[in-house]
């Protein structure tokens, strides 16, 4: 099992079966009009997992995220770090501050963040373990967490870098940058599940 990253069609995002996002789309739908913005309504339906297509986006949080949560805190203040990784819910339209939306079905709130907010913050930590160009910039089925399992620890004896002592740092960096950026070239949201 574990923590999966993925992006959302429109079939699955209004859906009502149970395990679909209808209720959080809804949610969110009722919050944007309470803030006097219009409804998310453009998604894109369901992209296949065509390898290199960069039409879904399929992650698995799998290694220890200690190493990047204390990134977080030594480059981004306590706020920026929660916008960063802290979202349920990620869209590809800005949000002045995040939603937090009670969900009936859940014992817990989901967070909402605008990926237009995540990706700068997202860019800084890539600058900072100075990311190497060679990251797959496609996710569409675990790619990065296969990158990072093997080619990248071959590129990092050859190489120097701070994303070459944590691997699982650099990974975390990785994913979030290509969340925010797939979420928006897409124009889907991608959710924590």
């Known amino acids: ?23 959080v789309a809804s949610a969110l739908d009722a919050e944007l009009s309470r803030r006097g913005l219009p409804p998310y309504e453009d998604i894109p339906p369901e992209a296949d997992f065509a390898p290199g297509s960069g039409q879904a986006f399929e992650e698995k949080l799998a290694p220890s995220m200690t190493g990047f949560l204390a990134l977080c805190q030594t480059h981004l203040s306590r706020e920026e770090s929660e916008t960063l990784w802290g979202w349920t819910v990620l869209v590809p339209f800005s949000l002045d501050e995040e939603i937090w939306l009670p969900i009936e079905s859940s014992d817990y709130d989901s967070m909402v963040a605008g990926a237009p907010q995540v990706l700068p913050l997202a860019e800084k930590l890539a600058a900072v373990v100075d990311l190497p160009s060679e990251t797959p910039a496609t996710c569409d089925n675990l790619d990065l967490s296969t990158w990072f399992r093997h080619p990248a620890k071959e590129l990092a004896t050859m190489r120097t870098g701070l994303w070459t002592k944590d691997l699982d740092t650099a990974f975390y960096v990785a994913l979030f940058l290509r969340a925010a950026q797939h979420s928006i070239r897409r124009g889907c949201p991608i959710i924590c599940t």
């Open 1 to 23: 099992m574990g923590v999966y990253m993925v992006s959302v069609g429109a079939e699955e995002w209004f859906g009502d079966e149970e395990d679909g996002w209808g209720e």
